[in-house]
Structures are given as structure tokens and as C-alpha cells.
């Protein structure tokens, strides 16, 4: 009788004692290449672009970035629903095989801007940009720095890019154009018409991959520090 106590005692410890699963294996940072995220957006932006509706913003407006975009008559979309929850929101194991990326300030920056890259890639004829000062906004973080030059090129495998439009983060219908790529006779004789088009770009309409986004759908709002790439 006693022989059996002891042996459910240390086969319950044996359970108990049993060690954590071993780390998974990092993925290397060479991995996530501008090219993977273009090729591991969700299923719905695979074959896409985002005609008139790419809403980049620059630092500490990613929450307010998103909340605008998530409003149905804005009809933007942000960089944070192009690709699956998982390659943002990292959880700090070393069951993650992104957790070497993301300890490390180096690897961890040029994932996000291979990230922005691909998303400016994916932007066709208008993006848009929230700034705090839309008359000076900062051009030191990634939007400066990759986004802003990805847009500007001539050719990108998705459309080009003819308007970029600032947005002021306090006051959304404060507007201005930041950069357009070909002034014309007819933009002239026709100023005031054509920016306001320009300007306010699909607002209003409900296109069928924007217009019917569920919340329940999107990554959390959580919030980021601002020591995060895309804050």
C-alpha cells in the first residue's frame, strides 16, 4: 500500500517536472525581405493595390492613423491590416520565431521598413499621409526615409503614384498637397475643382474591399511605445 502512495506521488511530480518545450529556431532577419512581405500580405491584397486608399502617417500617430482609417466613409487603409496579426504583434518567447528580430533594435527596424517598402509598393495613383504639422512634417523617421522615396519613384510593380495629400491629425479635413508628380495646364484653369478631388479622394464611397471591414476581423487597437518602428 505504501509502495503505491510513493509511486502516484512521484509519477504526479514526474508530470509536474516535466521541462517547458525547447526554443524554437529564430528566423533569420534575411528572411523578410521586401519581396516576402509582398508575397505574405493576407489573402485579400496578394493580387492588389491600394488604389487611392494607402493612409501613411508619421511618428507617434499610428492609434490615430487607424482609427481614422477604420472609419467607413474615410475608405483608407493602413499599413497595419495588410498582413497577419502574428508579424506585429510579437509575443516575447522563445517559442517565437520572430524573438531574435525583435530583440534586437538593428533587426528589428529593418523589418518594419522592409514592411513600409512593401506597403508603399502596393499604393497606386493617391496615398495619403497624417502628419501632426502638416506644413512641417518630420522626414527623419520611416516615412521620410523609405516610404516617401518608394512613392515618389517612377514605376512600382502595383501603379504609380500621381498625388500624395497630408492630412493634419487634429483637424482631418485640414488638407494639403504634398507632392504630385506632374503639374498640368488643367490643373491650373481648373484649381479649385480638381484639388478639392484630389484632396478628398474616395471619400464617401464604399468600395467592397474597404467598405464592409469588420472590427472583429482587424488586428487589436493595442497600444505601441514609441520606441516601436511604426509607432
Known sequence: MKFSVLASILAGFTAVAQPVSAATECDPISKYS??????????EWRFTSFDSTALFYTQGLSQRARQFA???????????????????FIKMTRQNPLYCIMSDVEQEMTYFENMSRAFAMKASRLASV??????????????????????????????????????????????????IRH??????????????????????EVPSTLGNRDEGEACPMITIDDGHPLW
Open 34 to 43: 521586401t519581396e516576402w512581405f509582398l508575397e505574405n500580405t493576407k489573402p
Open 70 to 88: 477604420r472609419q467607413a466613409s474615410n475608405n483608407k487603409i493602413t499599413i497595419w491590416e495588410v498582413w497577419p496579426c502574428e508579424n506585429y
Open 130 to 179: 497624417m502628419h501632426r504639422d502638416i506644413e512641417n512634417p518630420p522626414m527623419s523617421t520611416i516615412w521620410g526615409r523609405v516610404e516617401l522615396p518608394i512613392l515618389q519613384a517612377n514605376t512600382n510593380p502595383w501603379g504609380t503614384v500621381d498625388y500624395i495629400t497630408a492630412i493634419d491629425a487634429e483637424d482631418v479635413q485640414r488638407r494639403k498637397i504634398e507632392w
Open 183 to 204: 503639374f498640368s495646364a488643367n490643373l491650373y484653369e481648373n484649381a479649385d475643382s480638381i484639388l478639392q478631388k484630389i484632396l478628398h479622394a474616395r471619400d464617401e
